[in-house]
């Protein structure tokens, strides 16, 4: 098994930047892919960024350009960098871990969710 802490959520106003974080324990070793995805009122959940274990990234064309995902390996957490923040980018935002592959923002295709952070961004 393995545990996603979300952490960074705030409000802030349009064009501001937050710093998500994704703090993983457990069984981690065989995590393949990582992903961040978001949700709105009303609206599916979807893809934002995800990163395999070679480093490897891929985002969402509503962010790229603004959002940057990494890994910091000394802590095992993935940040998840969102800057140019617009109000559409408000929603409760997820990390989800994936065993076998990263070549989807297919939520099934992820194994392990954490409970989400909110983020609000203001006009």
């Known amino acids: 098994q393995v545990q996603l802490v979300e952490s960074g959520g705030d409000s802030v106003q349009a064009g501001g930047s937050l710093r998500l974080s994704c703090e993983a324990s457990?069984?981690?070793?065989?995590?393949?892919?990582m992903g961040w995805f978001r949700q709105a009122p009303g609206k599916e959940r979807e893809g934002v960024a995800r990163i395999n274990r070679s480093g490897v990234t891929r985002y969402t064309d509503s962010v790229k350009g603004r959002f940057t995902l990494s890994k910091d390996n000394a802590k095992n957490t993935w940040i998840l960098q969102m800057n140019s923040l617009k109000p559409e980018d408000t929603a409760m935002y997820y990390c989800?871990?994936?065993?076998?592959?990263?070549?989807?923002?297919?939520?099934?295709?992820?194994?392990?969710w954490g409970r989400g952070t909110q983020v609000t961004v203001s006009s």
């Open positions: 989800a871990a994936g065993r076998k592959s990263c070549y989807t923002f297919a939520t099934s295709a992820f194994d392990y």
């Open positions: 457990g069984y981690t070793d065989n995590v393949y892919c």
